[in-house]
């Protein structure tokens, strides 16, 4: 029978090992390929960066203050949720204090009145009472009771130093946590006003760009520019994603159409298909609305570009599947990065004015194999 446990057991062992085998090697070959997605958009940047006529200082000035600023922001946002944990914690540390000093309160007056008692009673307290008790039986009753009073007074006594060491050990934990707030608020402090400077940066740098671009011809020669590294992005992710997989387990994004929540509520500013400048229309919505609002994504999928592109800001794109990609411009920070699986609905970025603009707002584009789609087939009816 032993033997036969044992042929049971290794036999699981074995499948186990068959089975977690292909698991890690699939894991370390999505890895890879994920590892070589990042570098060919990191060349592709660089790239584009040195063959990019308008790679002026200015446009530089302006792309180094928005990326600072976006950075700035993640870490202020990170910051304040460690001081509402810490917060939190504090809040909990109190009220764990506040009960262990009602606890000692309560012991001490107990063990106040033990020893009260005991003083009242004399030193001599079991010869008092073999003194005073004729009947053997009982004297042992009563010594056995007297017993049990001494173990109980000293179980209240062990039990209020146990109180007064937990209280200390509480106590030194509120004072480590309060040092660790006030670092944390004065780090906080140095972030905003890095944020600030970086914000004060940008309007510099997007006042000179400005003045470099004062012609419609200049301002359509950027626009083709702009669109045309895009469509460069867009291809190489096109041949990079096709090595890539996507769980099953969700409703394909085809069947989503006209079902699909939009990426942020606001005002509808330009819509697809609206003439841009000349021949140049918009291939997405640009939607109005308050700095800082989440962006979600319209349907799940994995990140395949976070970063910085020029004209369109901190840039994020998702990959649906069956060729179906969602892009989302402008923001003022990204949540997501390359390679991380998001679901719907899911925030992955904030609404912000990064690639140039005056005001913020998100510009948002549904793409098919490369092609731009009229987000209004996809979204539901606002």
Request: aromatic share 6%.
């Amino acid at each position: 029978m032993k033997a036969g446990n044992s042929t049971v057991r290794a036999l699981c062992l074995l499948a186990g090992l068959l089975l977690c085998g292909p698991l890690q090697a699939d894991k370390a070959s999505e890895q890879k390929k994920l590892d070589a997605l990042k570098g060919r958009i990191a060349e592709l940047q660089k790239n584009l960066r040195a063959s990019s006529q308008d790679h002026n200082q200015q446009s530089k000035a302006l792309r180094e203050s928005e990326v600072a600023a976006g950075k700035l922001r993640q870490q202020i946002s990170a910051s304040q949720h460690a001081l509402s944990q810490l917060k939190a914690e504090l809040k909990q540390l109190d009220k764990e204090r506040q009960q262990l000093q009602r606890a000692r309160q309560q012991q001490q007056e107990f063990i106040g009145q033990h020893i009260n008692a005991a003083y009242r009673m004399g030193r001599e307290e079991q010869i008092k009472l073999l003194l005073n008790e004729q009947d053997p039986a009982r004297f042992n009753r009563l010594l056995k009771y007297h017993d049990y009073f001494l173990q109980a007074r000293n179980d209240k006594i062990q039990g209020y130093l146990d109180t007064i060491t937990k209280l200390e050990h509480v106590q030194a934990d509120i004072t480590k946590k309060q040092q660790q707030q006030l670092a944390q608020q004065q780090q906080l402090k140095q972030q905003q006003a890095g944020l600030k400077e970086r914000i004060a940066d940008r309007k510099v740098a997007l006042a000179a760009l400005s003045k470099t671009i004062n012609s419609d011809k200049k301002q359509l020669s950027k626009l083709q520019r702009e669109r045309a590294a895009l469509e460069q992005v867009i291809a190489e992710l096109e041949r990079a994603i096709a090595e890539l997989d996507l769980p099953g387990n969700s409703e394909p994004f085809a069947k989503r159409q006209g079902k699909l929540q939009w990426p942020v509520k606001g005002q509808l500013r330009k819509r697809f298909g609206n003439r841009r400048q000349a021949d140049i229309r918009w291939n997405g919505w640009l939607l109005g609305a308050r700095a800082g609002t989440p962006v979600n994504a319209i349907h799940h999928g994995r990140v395949v570009f976070s970063d910085y592109l020029r004209g369109h800001g901190l840039l994020i794109i998702l990959d649906h599947g069956d060729g179906y990609m969602s892009l989302y411009a402008h923001n003022q920070v990204l949540l997501k990065e390359t390679g991380e699986w998001v679901q719907s609905g899911e925030p992955i970025s904030r609404v912000g004015s990064s690639g140039g603009l005056d005001n913020s707002a998100l510009y948002f584009e549904i793409r098919k194999n490369s092609q731009p789609r009229n987000p209004a087939k996809w979204l539901k009816r606002s």
